[in-house]
């Protein structure tokens, strides 16, 4: 019986977060291992370039190379081999005054009698990336995005009054659109779609869905039909533009297929804030613990969220623990020596992840080291949030001394002369960068936070671990390794000796046994 294994994310690339780092982690290694005769990462959103991004992701090594890759929508197009689409040709340009957009040298304006008629951008390598056609008042009509060879994918229409689109086509291998899915005017959220065979008739034969979930299931089982024994996870329990209603939990439990083992995969925590045993779970974690007896087994992270669901929610023998995987130990000879007063943070500007309480401690350590620096690596998204965490650097007075470098995909880059990681999250799951921190013989301070810092970090040894908003005891633990190499030394030795709790032959044991049964 061929075993075949599909992990869903919503996108995949490099500058993602955690989760899709750690579905891609545990795809490569469990392909390195052959652990599947097939071994699928399934891409939820719609990302008509996937093919080049994956094989990019390959070609640079983050990807390995038995791992398929595909998109969970665009694999219903019905439309046969080989592709007969052309590639799109921009407008012609004897006809409009074109003028560059930006300083990118790829977007452009067509403007005719001085009205821009089209926004037009390429690839950097000089196919046409996108067509917007605009309204006599710049108000987006309709856009056509191209794949990476320049054929129409994806075409989406605008209400003048609308930034976001009130109708999606995804066009198929034969030009033809098999998939049209709408949003209400003014609301990112997906709303009902229509599924067609490609080819024009009025027989009747599309297939409407209500609710995505319901979409998503049915490409689902269509994808997983010809199997034998396909195992399918759920990574998250969010709710998405593209899954308002329902999450993935709600999909992959009612995909319909005879010998389907269904595995529920946790990156979070499961409980409601202040995120302790006591103060309640989520309700979309809710709906996942109270049917764990839709699920074949759900892998955690570590073994006290293990307890702490087990306890409430029963049914012990379908869950299992199975750690981060540590990355390869970075040998001290050929790192460089740590810099005293160079501290780093690994984080999305997220609520979560309680950016502001790491600029607070790193405030009480600067009022002690003036030379003391902090590089914040991660990403925003322009909202609130980030915005809060600008103001308070400001507001402190720490100026140039919180630096927020672009993202990078070298851990060398975050960690190789760091003194100290910073971990202040309110909630995690087992967050990776302390087992990354660690590999480079970097040390962490970090709040006793649910969950996985306490799994890692013995204090004093490997790192700092105190009461969440215990401010100043972090910032004394890192003063004491700033003012002592001898403290920084041992302190590396240990942080190298951790990985090896988190090696690979447990972590491929693990995800085999509770994948495969």
Request: glycine letters at 8%; proline letters at 7%.
């Amino acid at each position: 019986m061929t075993r075949t294994i599909h992990f869903p994310v919503n996108t995949l690339a490099l500058k993602r977060g955690g989760l899709v780092k750690a579905v891609r982690t545990r795809a490569n290694t469990l392909a390195r291992h052959g652990a599947a005769d097939q071994i699928w990462i399934e891409v939820l959103g719609l990302q008509y370039r996937l093919a080049s991004e994956a094989a990019e992701l390959k070609a640079d090594g983050h990807l390995h190379p038995d791992v398929k890759v595909r998109s969970v929508l665009y694999g219903l197009d019905p439309s046969p081999e080989p592709d007969t689409r052309e590639p799109v040709q921009p407008p012609p340009g004897g006809d409009y005054d074109v003028v560059p957009l930006g300083t990118s040298g790829l977007a452009f304006g067509y403007f005719r009698d001085g009205v821009q008629d089209y926004y037009v951008r390429f690839q950097p390598d000089g196919v046409l990336a996108a067509v917007e056609k605009l309204a006599p008042n710049r108000a987006r009509l309709t856009r056509e995005d191209m794949d990476q060879q320049g054929r129409l994918a994806l075409v989406q229409h605008f209400l003048e009054a609308s930034k976001t689109p009130t109708a999606r086509h995804l066009i198929g291998r034969n030009g033809n659109c098999f998939l049209t899915i709408t949003q209400h005017p003014g609301s990112p959220r997906w709303g009902r779609s229509y599924l067609f065979d490609g080819v024009p008739h009025d027989d009747g034969d599309a297939l409407s869905f209500a609710d995505p979930a319901e979409l998503y299931r049915h490409a689902f089982e269509q994808l997983l039909a010809d199997e034998d024994a396909p195992v399918l996870t759920s990574e998250f329990r969010e709710n998405l533009n593209n899954l308002p209603g329902q999450t993935l939990d709600d999909v992959v439990s009612s995909v319909r297929h005879p010998n389907l083992r269904r595995i529920a995969a946790v990156h979070s925590n499961h409980l409601e804030p202040p995120y302790v045993v006591g103060s309640g779970v989520s309700r979309n974690w809710r709906r996942l613990l109270e049917h764990l007896d839709l699920w074949d087994g759900l892998v955690l992270h570590t073994d006290a969220q293990r307890e702490d669901i087990a306890k409430e929610f029963g049914h012990a023998d379908r869950l299992h623990t199975i750690g981060q995987l540590a990355p390869p130990e970075q040998p001290a000879a050929s790192s460089p020596a740590a810099d005293p007063n160079r501290l780093v943070m690994v984080a999305r500007l997220h609520p979560k992840k309680r950016v502001d309480e790491a600029i607070q401690v790193f405030a009480l350590v600067r009022a002690v080291n003036p030379q003391a620096r902090l590089e914040l690596f991660g990403f925003g998204y322009g909202d609130e949030e980030e915005n809060t965490i600008r103001a308070l650097v400001d507001e402190l007075g720490l100026g140039t001394a919180v630096d927020f470098p672009p993202f990078t995909n070298n851990p060398a880059d975050l960690y190789a002369t760091a003194c100290a990681t910073l971990l202040t999250s309110a909630s995690e799951g087992f967050p990776l960068i302390l087992l990354e921190s660690m590999s480079f013989g970097v040390p962490v301070a970090a709040y006793d936070a649910n969950y996985g810092p306490r799994d890692v970090i013995r204090h004093g040894r490997n790192g700092f671990l105190v009461p969440f908003g215990d401010r100043q005891a972090l910032a004394e633990g890192i003063l004491a390794l700033m003012r002592d190499p001898e403290l920084r030394s041992r302190m590396a030795q240990a942080s190298r000796e951790t990985l090896k709790r988190f090696d690979e032959t447990s972590y491929v044991t693990g995800w085999t046994k509770a994948l495969t049964g």
